[in-house]
């Protein structure tokens, strides 16, 4: 495993990358786009060769390995006392573990809003700990009730990565992708 950290991904390549593949349901009905395809916007062909570096891609793996390496780049970090988060970069996949098992993944059999947005809120507001929300956040599902104040925190978090205006679109888009109706949880 290749250990990264929090440092390593605090750029600009790796967040218009991950924004684009975490969320497959981020799509705001009323202006017509999801979260990847603004994500196109900043997307240039240096930011996928840093991506495809970053994720160990090589021509074939998708053939040889359905897009999942040996030695993936992984971040581990703290989340409290008792729980270890685990994000294994993988090119094909992002696999989530909490204490080592497996919470979500975003493959071609995504499997993403595993956990409540009030379980993850008290994680979010540790000091500097903006990566970790953002890291976090496909795992959430929130209600109708908490997108107002979701879509203000994307936005606000996004802000240390990307323009205004990009910020409010995309915080739209995620947060129609995370809400659930009432009684719809796994």
């Keep these: 495993m290749k250990k990264i950290s929090v440092e390593d991904i605090d750029c600009l390549n790796f967040w218009t990358n991950y924004f684009g593949c975490c969320y497959p349901n981020g799509y705001d009905a009323a ?5 990847s395809e603004l994500m196109q916007e900043l997307y240039t062909e240096e ?3 840093w991506w495809d570096g970053f994720t160990g891609y090589y021509e074939g793996i998708f ?3 359905d897009g999942y390496v040996d030695d993936p780049a992984t971040l581990e970090e703290p989340l409290r006392q008792d729980k270890v988060l685990k994000i294994e970069f993988h090119p094909g996949d ?3 573990y909490i204490n080592d098992v497996q ?4 493959g071609p059999h995504w499997k993403l809003q595993t956990i409540p947005y009030q379980e993850l809120e008290p994680l ?3 000091p500097d700990r903006r990566q970790l929300f953002l890291l976090l956040l496909p ?3 929130i209600t109708k009730e908490e997108q107002p104040s979701v879509r203000k925190k994307i936005a606000e978090q996004m802000g240390n990565y990307f323009p205004e205006n990009l910020c409010e679109r995309v915080s739209r888009c995620i947060t129609a992708g995370l809400e659930i109706a009432d009684g719809e949880t796994e």
Excluded: K, P, Q, R
Aim: glycine share 8%; hydrophobic share 45%; no cysteine.
């Design 31 to 35: 202006a017509e786009i999801s979260v």
């Design 47 to 49: 930011t996928g060769h």
């Design 63 to 65: 053939e040889e390995s």
């Design 94 to 96: 992002i696999l989530y």
């Design 103 to 106: 919470v979500g993944s975003t």
């Design 124 to 126: 979010f507001s540790l």
């Design 139 to 141: 795992l959430a599902f």
